[in-house]
């Protein structure tokens, strides 16, 4: 129903164009015509013509029309508040200046109002763009978040910390790994992800880089973060405050992380100690991944392939499928083979997790028959 009614909307509206076109034709010195009949031809026919092409056309430009609403609007979902309202802004302050001009400027012989509508045009887009760029500077002016100080600040303080920590700095690391893009896309990540500028710059220098290792994780790096904005529901702001008067990107990305009240992102365990030190909350996906490895207890029974032999005499070591390294006592007769064992212990170190179990029988029964259990 409605795009039948736009389509109607649409064709009458080329209608009118063409009639008004046809009646400056003739009434603005373009064509003398005396004869009444001609005249009134000349002045319906356009307007037909336009009316017919408008109808015809009209579904085309609809699914344009439509297609540019949709994307306008996933943009603006993604976009911070605080950025809409300085665009909005620099495009009001934009268009009365435009305004201001458009009186003087329309007085131009022929071309006055076509100039007037350019204008328009340019001046709107600059205040736009001029007003997102801004838009702290503008937020300020118009105290649309006021600054608090003493016995106030300390009062806003949780909410400021708790409404913060929803922001989550991302570093290079966390980047390049990419596991970062599979967490948010099942759901596990609330809030905006910053990625500070100075990290897409150095994200830059390691794409650019001579040796083909580095350049290859750079590109993943890029890869990742082109995906991320443009496939997942989650908002991802490019954040350009930088801090020139600090050298490491590490000290920067601290910094940044105190000025906003984020939490930081990374995979970094010199940068997950300093943040920590600095009263800032990290979020390690190295330690995400260990903590969700299955918890094994004493006696519990699982199914290991015996792949080398271990350190001490007649270990045998094999591996989950998550990497957890298995040692198993007796094991090493069983290499390349399949078997039943049983968890004696389980030691946690900074390297990761370390099962020690043993086969659960003395004799052929420790086996496993692959084939009988796929």
Request: hydrophobic share 45%; glycine share 10%.
């Amino acid at each position: 129903m409605f795009k039948k009614a736009a389509r109607v909307i649409l064709a009458l509206t080329f209608l009118a164009g063409g009639i008004s076109l046809g009646y400056a034709l003739t009434n603005d010195g373009w064509l003398d015509i005396s004869n009444i009949v001609l005249r009134m031809t000349v002045i319906i026919l356009p307007g037909i013509v336009l009316g017919l092409l408008g109808y015809s056309f009209a579904p085309w430009i609809i699914a344009k029309v439509i297609d540019m609403t949709e994307w306008m609007e996933r943009k603006l979902q993604k976009m911070p508040l605080g950025d809409l309202i300085g665009a909005a802004i620099g495009l009001i302050i934009g268009l009365i200046i435009a305004s201001l001009l458009g009186s003087s400027l329309a007085r131009i012989p022929l071309v006055g109002n076509y100039v007037t509508i350019f204008c328009s045009i340019l001046l709107g887009y600059l205040g736009l763009s001029l007003g997102y760029k801004k838009k702290d500077e503008l937020l300020s002016i118009f105290n649309v978040f006021p600054k608090f100080s003493g016995k106030d600040k300390e009062k806003h303080a949780p909410v400021k910390l708790r409404s913060g920590r929803l922001s989550k700095v991302l570093d290079t690391s966390v980047i390049i790994d990419g596991r970062i893009a599979d967490i948010c896309k099942n759901g596990f990540v609330e809030g905006v992800l910053i990625v500070p500028g100075f990290i897409l710059e150095e994200l830059r220098h390691i794409a650019d880089s001579s040796d083909s290792l580095k350049r290859n994780r750079g590109r993943r790096g890029l890869d990742i973060l082109n995906k991320m904005q443009k496939e997942l529901d989650i908002r991802v702001q490019i954040y350009e405050q930088d801090f020139p008067e600090i050298q490491e990107v590490d000290s920067k990305l601290v910094k940044l992380a105190q000025t906003i009240g984020a939490d930081i992102f990374t995979n970094d365990y010199n940068l997950n100690k300093v943040a920590e030190l600095q009263g800032i909350q990290v979020l390690n996906i190295n330690e995400l991944a260990n903590a969700l490895k299955p918890v094994f207890l004493p006696g519990e029974e699982m199914i290991v392939q015996i792949i080398k032999d271990g350190k001490e005499s007649k270990q045998g070591i094999g591996y989950l499928d998550d990497g957890t390294m298995i040692v198993v006592e007796a094991g090493r007769k069983y290499i390349n083979q399949t078997i039943y064992v049983l968890v004696t212990s389980v030691l946690q170190t900074a390297a990761g997790r370390m099962i020690f179990a043993k086969p659960k029988y003395n004799d052929k029964r420790t086996l496993c028959e692959v084939d009988a259990i796929g």
